[in-house]
């Protein structure tokens, strides 16, 4: 074993102690030339079977401190079989040329722990004798493991620092839809791709200010405003503004944009990015549009338990239908309703009321009577509701013009729904229509609530005219009650007369007395015959029949009756 530092202060004793074992004095000047251009492991190899390995102390690798030298390589150094150390050595010594191999790795043993792994650039250079025949091979072999690993760690570094750009590209190009750059002045000075990609616009319309024109007429100013105001203020941009998108439809962008400051606070250049914020933002429009369709189906509830109140006030058929009409155009939110009532079919008898808004008061007078013909009468032979656009109702067959400015007295539609008004016994009583919504077309709740309106206006309907029929009997019979206790008391009075006559001895019993009591007992028969006639007619089983009377007699027995 032999010190490096020393042997590379003093080289005579080893150059000695070399001449004496008869090694080639060029050979061990070589060795000690390499010696003092570095730290090498160094291994002289004469032959197969001897071999020197010089080494610095504690440097690279003492294998438990062997005496090395003087032993045949593959026994001195084991530890490297397998690892192209020795394979590379026959090559060059059965060759004769040298071999240069760089950063090559070799796993060399630690006692205390698993196998190191270490690069060495390593040099085979073949020794000749005086014949020029190859007597051994040198080896030079120079530590390189920090310098691989360094480079291994810069290139590892390199190549994170490459995907986190890569990711980071890639992170900005998901999630945005255009990223540009413009200098200090705020304007385009270079072809911005992302841009000209989306907005269709070509390299020379977007240099300079001409980026502007792509924005939507109304947010331009508003945009170009703000955007002058970050730039002198040297604060972050953001805004959102409609962009014209190269198939010409306006798309709703969110624009962020910073300045990128240099040391001295100066601004170097701005970096921006625009996201589509189009789908976002008709998705709030929609939930927007079904959370007021939930509140206006709410208030359209409510309106229909106050429409059941008022219509339940109503004392006549004229004022129910008035409040029919009144609170299917407050419910459902139309400008005109009308309702139409018809009894048995016939038209010609029919009764209505019109409710119109301000935008139609010159209608407000308008005789709401029709004729059984058009859109309408659709809706009461089916029995069914019906509900359309304003085209589908200028192209249903039925609607014959009805409506249309100047083609009748009528107010114009402007969209139409309509729902039957029926009975309990299944017939159609007339129907409920109305026109021209306050917002879009009639809805599929705007129906359902008409029709719930429809049938609680049926039932109030048919319960008033129940009740007005009832008033009418109850008026009807305390007519008859009245006409019959008049005709009560004129066969009585006379029979009373009659008998008190003969009882206080005024009057003969004669048999014209007789006759005239026998007549008014008559007369009172023919009424209870009558009443009971009545009673019948009240379960409808009147009889009829049909007989000849003679007028004179009629007219006697009347005036005898009188007397």
């Known amino acids: 074993m032999i010190d490096l530092r020393a042997l590379r202060e003093n080289p005579e004793p080893f150059r000695a102690s070399q001449r004496a074992r008869g090694a080639d004095v060029d050979l061990v000047d070589r060795v000690i030339a390499e010696i003092g251009r570095g730290d090498p492991a160094v291994a002289l190899i004469l032959g197969d079977v001897d071999?020197?390995?010089?080494?610095?102390?504690?440097g690279v690798w003492r294998p438990n401190d062997r005496d090395l030298v003087g032993l045949a390589v593959r026994e001195a150094l084991p530890e490297l079989a397998g690892q192209g150390v020795y394979e590379v050595m026959d090559r060059v010594f059965a060759s004769g040329s040298t071999y240069v191999g760089r950063e090559r790795l070799v796993r060399l043993p630690r006692e205390d722990g698993p196998p190191e792994e270490m690069f060495?650039?390593?040099?085979?250079?073949?020794?000749?004798?005086?014949a020029e025949r190859v007597e051994g091979v040198a080896i030079f072999a120079y530590d390189v493991t920090s310098l691989v690993r360094s480079r291994r760690t810069a290139e590892a570094?390199?190549?994170?620092?490459?995907?986190?750009?890569?990711?980071?590209?890639?992170?900005?190009?998901?999630?945005?839809?255009?990223?540009?750059?413009?200098?200090?002045?705020?304007?385009?000075?270079?072809?911005?791709?992302?841009?000209?990609?989306?907005?269709?616009?070509?390299?020379?319309?977007?240099?300079?200010?001409?980026?502007?024109e792509a924005i939507h007429p109304e947010d331009r100013e508003r945009v170009a405003r703000t955007w002058g105001e970050a730039l002198n203020a040297r604060t972050p941009f953001q805004q959102e503004y409609r962009l014209r998108r190269q198939d010409g439809t306006h798309r709703h962008l969110q624009a962020r944009a910073v300045p990128v400051l240099e040391k001295d606070g100066s601004v170097r250049e701005w970096v921006g990015a625009h996201r589509d914020v189009t789908r976002q933002?008709?998705?709030?429009?929609e939930l927007e549009r079904l959370f007021a369709r939930e509140q206006r189906h709410a208030s359209q509830l409510q309106g229909l338990a106050s429409a059941a109140l008022v219509i339940s006030e109503a004392d006549s058929i004229e004022h129910m239908l008035k409040a029919i009409?009144?609170?299917?155009r407050e419910v459902i939110g139309a400008h005109q309703a009308l309702t139409s009532l018809v009894f048995e079919g016939d038209w010609a008898r029919s009764r209505g009321a019109v409710s119109v808004s301000d935008r139609?008061?010159?209608?407000?007078?308008?005789?709401?009577?029709?004729?059984?013909?058009?859109?309408?009468?659709?809706?009461?032979?089916?029995?069914?509701?019906?509900?359309?656009?304003?085209?589908?109702?200028?192209?249903?067959?039925?609607?014959r013009g009805f409506g249309r400015p100047g083609a009748s007295r009528a107010p114009p539609l402007r969209g139409w729904i309509g729902a039957p008004l029926v009975g309990r016994d299944g017939r159609n009583m007339g129907l409920i229509q109305l026109t021209d919504?306050?917002?879009?077309?009639?809805?599929?709740?705007?129906?359902?609530?008409?029709?719930?309106?429809?049938?609680?206006?049926?039932?109030?309907?048919?319960?008033?005219?129940?009740?007005?029929?009832?008033?009418?009997?109850?008026?009807?019979?305390?007519?008859f009650l009245a006409v019959m206790s008049h005709e009560l008391r004129t066969p009585l009075a006379a029979t009373q007369v009659t008998l008190e006559g003969l009882q206080d001895g005024v009057v003969d019993f004669t048999p014209a007395t007789v006759e005239i009591l026998l007549r008014q007992n008559q007369r009172l028969a023919a009424l209870a015959a009558d009443i009971s006639e009545v009673s019948r007619a009240e379960e409808g089983r009147i009889?009829?029949?049909?007989?000849?009377?003679?007028?004179?007699?009629?007219?006697?027995?009347?005036?005898?009756?009188?007397?």
Not at 120 to 130: M, S, T
């Open 51 to 58: 071999g020197i390995e010089l080494h610095l102390t504690g």
């Open 120 to 130: 060495f650039d390593i040099a085979y250079h073949p020794q000749r004798d005086g």
């Open 157 to 212: 570094l390199a190549r994170d620092l490459g995907h986190s750009e890569e990711r980071f590209r890639s992170l900005v190009t998901a999630i945005t839809d255009i990223t540009w750059a413009t200098p200090p002045s705020g304007e385009f000075v270079e072809d911005q791709p992302g841009w000209r990609a989306f907005t269709g616009q070509t390299r020379e319309q977007l240099l300079g200010w001409g980026w502007l």
């Open 281 to 285: 933002r008709q998705d709030e429009a």
């Open 325 to 328: 009409t009144e609170q299917a």
């Open 360 to 399: 139609y008061a010159s209608w407000r007078d308008w005789d709401a009577r029709l004729d059984g013909t058009g859109i309408h009468s659709w809706v009461c032979r089916l029995n069914l509701p019906m509900r359309l656009s304003q085209s589908e109702l200028e192209s249903h067959p039925a609607w």
């Open 437 to 479: 919504r306050h917002e879009g077309d009639f809805s599929a709740e705007d129906e359902a609530i008409l029709v719930q309106l429809a049938r609680m206006a049926s039932v109030a309907i048919e319960n008033t005219r129940l009740m007005a029929e009832t008033q009418a009997a109850n008026r009807a019979k305390d007519e």
């Open 543 to 563: 009889p009829l029949s049909l007989s000849h009377q003679n007028l004179e007699q009629v007219v006697t027995a009347s005036v005898a009756a009188a007397r």
